[in-house]
């Protein structure tokens, strides 16, 4: 079934209700009593963005990737980061082709739909940089040469906490260029069980059956764009990352770039419940999960404990939210 968003919106975000409804089922049969990340996974897509999932190993990080990729029928490519990966083993390479007498560009795995880097952490700073391109302009540059890369194109990018061995911290401006990170957290008792049951056979994942097809997003991703934001609550998404730059327990707040993606999420967030305009809940509740990865504490609140999290959460609950019906 494909969207059609010929005509009004809501047409569009009837659609748009039927396929996402079945790619939340679908990731929702091999991840368990997760509705809530699940769910924060499509927004993402839907946003024209990338997800950072960061978690302790063996909580399902590259299993909900795996999922959401493999619930939409289109290219999918798996990157295995690790100490010794090198950028053109992400980007491609040009290797010289002796028949033709002529440099030829051989793809790399970043040519597809849907990229699951899987440990992304353990790589170098060099290597992770590779993706800075391609994740905010979705074409990449080899020996001059620009290369685009087909809609719709998401990163899906799992990490270990910075305390794990052998693990480099993501730089700044990687960070930046996730639109959310999220944490599965471990499982509820009664979700662990059921885990035991499933998983002891074949891996659910094996039985997972596309739901969507690349085409189907593209026109998903048409209905999200055309979302109504009104002014009032553009200003308070812009209210609300700037508290951010003011913040004495932080020494680096959000940037520009993170209103934008705000925004972008939050009409995703809002296609999802099938409504035609963005609310201040929808800004609220992307808030932490959009803004918290890009900041920076100082290192008195560091001393203290005190989490970029709390800080955002803190401040969605003093920064006026606006009437927006106006």
């Known amino acids: ?41 499509l927004t993402v897509l839907l946003a024209e963005g990338h997800l950072l999932i960061e978690d302790v190993p063996g909580v399902g990080k590259t299993m909900l990737a795996k999922a959401l990729a493999k619930s939409i029928d289109c290219s999918v ?18 290797a010289y082709n002796q028949e033709l007498r002529e440099f030829e560009f051989k793809p790399g795995p970043v040519f597809a739909n849907i990229v699951v880097g899987d440990e992304i952490n353990r790589a170098s700073p060099k290597t992770q940089s590779a993706l800075l391109e391609c994740m905010e302009e979705r074409q990449v540059t080899v020996d001059g040469r620009t290369y685009p890369l087909d809609a719709p194109f998401m990163v899906i990018a799992t990490q270990n906490p910075v305390e794990m061995e052998g693990t480099y911290p993501l730089p700044e401006a990687q960070r930046d260029r996730f639109t959310a990170r999220i944490a599965m957290g471990y499982p509820e008792p009664a979700a662990e069980l059921e885990m035991l049951d499933v998983h002891g056979g074949p ?43 003011n913040h004495p327990e932080l020494r680096l707040g959000a940037s520009p770039r993170a209103t934008l993606q705000l925004v972008r999420a939050a009409r995703a967030y809002a296609a999802l419940d099938d409504r035609e305009y963005v609310l201040p809940d929808d800004l609220q509740r992307l808030a932490v999960p959009v803004l918290a990865h890009r900041l920076l ?16 959460a803190e401040l969605v609950e003093r920064v006026p939210v606006p009437d927006h019906r106006r």
């Open 203 to 245: 891996s659910p994942l094996d039985r997972l059956q596309p739901v969507a097809q690349d085409g189907d997003v593209r026109e998903m991703i048409e209905v999200v764009r055309e979302v109504h934001v009104a002014p009032a609550l553009r200003g308070y998404a812009i209210a609300l990352v700037a508290a951010t730059r």
């Open 297 to 312: 504490p100082t290192a008195e609140a560091q001393v203290q404990r005190r989490s970029p999290e709390q800080v955002v």
């Open 77 to 94: 490519r798996r990157v295995q980061f690790t100490p010794d990966l090198l950028p053109s083993d992400i980007t491609g390479v040009s």
């Open 1 to 41: 079934m494909s969207v059609s968003t010929h005509g009004d919106l809501g047409r569009g975000l009837d659609g748009l209700a039927q396929i996402s409804s079945k790619i939340l089922g679908a990731i929702e049969s091999v991840i368990e009593g997760k509705p809530d990340v699940v769910r924060l996974a």
